[in-house]
């Protein structure tokens, strides 16, 4: 855990260095073993290692896979920070669980358990009809209608932060499996991702700032006005729970809550884009062991991503332009964790297909 105490400390798990030299050398003397030139499988070895460090075994096994998708409302929305309007978070969670977004195809694809939580959308989703099996489940875990407006006053008070993360931890302490997807919706909230990243890495908004769900450049310059301003408002953040506070969102601030439990129960985090990336950004920042457990799907086409992840010195999977959140590049970059475990287990060595070493 970070040395440092902050208004988080009392809801913050222990989690432990996985740091074992012994298997780390055993799982590269697998793949070394394997009846292919010594690292021509490339990325994929790295992610079969870092698999099995994650599970502590030689021969990882990924367990009942599942898609987290965190959404809620952000007062700055308010400012014409985003090309779409507020209403678009609801009325998407209402498509997450009608089945049609790119993330409920995707899931069903794969077949992820889709959970959306609603961590604080200004809307009333009202009781809903147990979901038929395989189909997304709505979890209501409000904390408010929307965040206030960041370029007022702090973007949620620290009790209602603290509430976002407790929360989160729950919500993944209920789940079962041994991986956790990454996924929002929040109209606004790659603001707020930016904001986070420009308080961690000291560098300007402008460099963190992008065009989001499709901002033209003039579009992007007012967003950047607006985002400077929030900065200048808050110069006096001192530790990362307060700057998730400030300048965060009850989705981002559940989602960490979500990350710090994955990791505490050792189980794989797969990152999608900006936003999600943003919260495991505060949750290293909170407790550093948390990277361990990460894995980046994919290299957002959200300006600022290339950034955070350079922040976190992580080398994403994939690359394929995506700029969508919801968690889809993590739902795309799912089979890949698969073909990393099966690689290990299945893969025949030099010795036992007779096949000649150099
Ligand atoms: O994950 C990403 O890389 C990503 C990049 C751009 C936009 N988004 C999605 O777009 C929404 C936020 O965009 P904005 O312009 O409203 O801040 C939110 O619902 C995100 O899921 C997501
Ligand atoms: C339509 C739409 C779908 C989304 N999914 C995630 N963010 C989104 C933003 C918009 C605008």
Same mark, same amino acid.
């Given at each position: 855990m970070s040395d440092a105490l902050n208004f988080l400390t009392p809801c913050l798990p222990e989690v432990a260095d996985l740091s074992d030299p012994a298997l780390s050398q055993r799982l590269q003397h697998l793949l070394d073993n394997k009846?292919?030139?010594? !690292?021509?499988l490339g990325q994929l070895e790295s992610l079969a290692l870092q698999l099995g460090q994650i599970l502590g075994t030689e021969a990882p096994q990924l367990r009942s896979p599942q898609m987290l998708v965190c959404a809620a409302d952000h007062g700055l929305a308010a400012r014409g920070v985003s090309a779409y309007p507020s209403d678009v978070t609801w009325q998407m969670v209402e498509n997450f669980l009608a089945g049609g977004a790119a993330v409920s195809v995707l899931a069903r694809q794969h077949g992820l358990a889709l959970t959306v939580v609603?961590? !604080?959308?200004?809307?009333d989703f009202g009781p809903r009809p147990e979901p038929a099996p395989g189909a997304a489940r709505l979890l209501v875990r409000k904390v408010g209608p929307g965040t206030a407006d960041a370029s007022l006053g702090p973007a949620m008070s620290e009790a209602e932060c603290l509430q976002a993360v407790r929360q989160g931890r729950e919500v993944v302490a209920g789940l079962p499996g041994n991986v956790l997807l990454l996924g929002e919706m929040g109209i606004g909230n790659t603001s707020a991702a930016s904001l986070l990243l420009a308080w961690c890495s000291g560098r300007p908004v402008a460099e963190c700032t992008g065009r989001g769900t499709g901002l033209d450049e003039p579009g992007v310059a007012r967003k950047v006005a607006v985002l400077e301003q929030v900065m200048a408002r808050h110069a006096a953040l001192r530790d990362p729970a307060q700057a998730l506070a400030a300048l965060g969102g009850f989705e981002l601030a559940t989602l960490v809550g979500a990350v710090l439990q994955a990791a505490a129960e050792r189980r794989v985090v797969l990152v999608d884009g900006f936003i999600t990336t943003a919260a495991v950004l505060i949750a290293c920042a909170l407790v550093?062991?948390?990277?361990?457990r990460c894995v980046f799907a994919h290299q957002s086409g959200e300006r600022g991503h290339a950034l955070m992840l350079q922040q976190l010195e992580a080398r994403p999977l994939?690359?394929?332009?995506?700029?969508?959140?919801?968690g889809s590049g993590a739902a795309l970059a799912w089979p890949l964790l698969q073909s990393a475990c099966l690689v290990l287990a299945e893969m025949a060595s030099f010795a036992s297909a007779g096949v000649s070493q150099a």
């Open positions: 009846t292919k030139p010594v !690292g021509a609603d961590c !604080g959308v200004r809307h550093p062991t948390v990277r361990q994939l690359s394929l332009g995506l700029r969508l959140g919801e």
